[in-house]
C-alpha cells in the first residue's frame, strides 16, 4: 500500500513537472494548435496553484527526492527536490502568480498570432521559478536560475518591436551580472562547507 508521504512526493513531482510538459507540447504543437497550448499552460499553472495550497497544508514534514544525475570519476551530483516550510510558501506564491497572469494572457494575447510561443514560454518560465525554489542543490538552482533568465528575454521580447527587443538584451545583461555574483557564491560555498547541497550547509557550522 502506497504510503501517505510517498503520495505527497508524487504530487510535488507532479507539481514540479506539469509545467515543463506544457511548455514542451506547446513548442511542439505550434501555432495552429494555439488554443491547446493556451489551455495547457493555464491547466497546469492551476494544477501548481491547487497542490501547492495542499501540500502547504498537509505536509507536515519536510519533503525530498533524490536521483543520480551527473557522475565524472570521483565526483557525483544528484538532482534533488526539497520541500520545506520556506519552499511551500513559495510554492504557493509561485503557483498563485502563474495561474493570474496565465488566465489574465488569455484575454490580454486573444489577437497575437504567436500567442502559442508565448504560452509555452509562460509554462517553462513557471517551471524554471519552480526549479529555483524547489532545488536542494546550489549548481541544480543554477541551472533553473539560467533557465528563468532565457524565459525572461524570450517573455519580454515577445512582440519583437525595437523598444521590446531593446529591454530584453538589458534584462539578459543584467542577468548575467547577477549569474558572475551567483557563481562566485557557489565556489565560495564548495570552499566552506565542501558541498553545494543546501542541506549540507544549513546544518554546516562557517569555519
Known sequence: MISLKMTKIALLL????APLVAGVLGFFLGRHRFKITRALTVLSSFWVAVVGVYLAS???????LRLPWITLGNFHLDFGLLYTPLAALMVVIVGAVGLAVSVFSVRYMREDVSQARYFSAI????????????CDNLLSVFVFWEMVGFC???LIGHFGTSTASAASRKA???NKIGDIAFITGIIWAFYAFGSADLSVINITPVS
Open 14 to 17: 507532479s507539481l514540479f513537472l
Open 58 to 64: 498537509a505536509a507536515t514534514e519536510p519533503l525530498s
Open 123 to 134: 509554462s517553462l518560465f513557471l517551471f524554471s521559478m519552480l526549479g529555483v525554489v524547489l
Open 152 to 154: 525572461s528575454y524570450l
Open 172 to 174: 539578459f545583461l543584467v
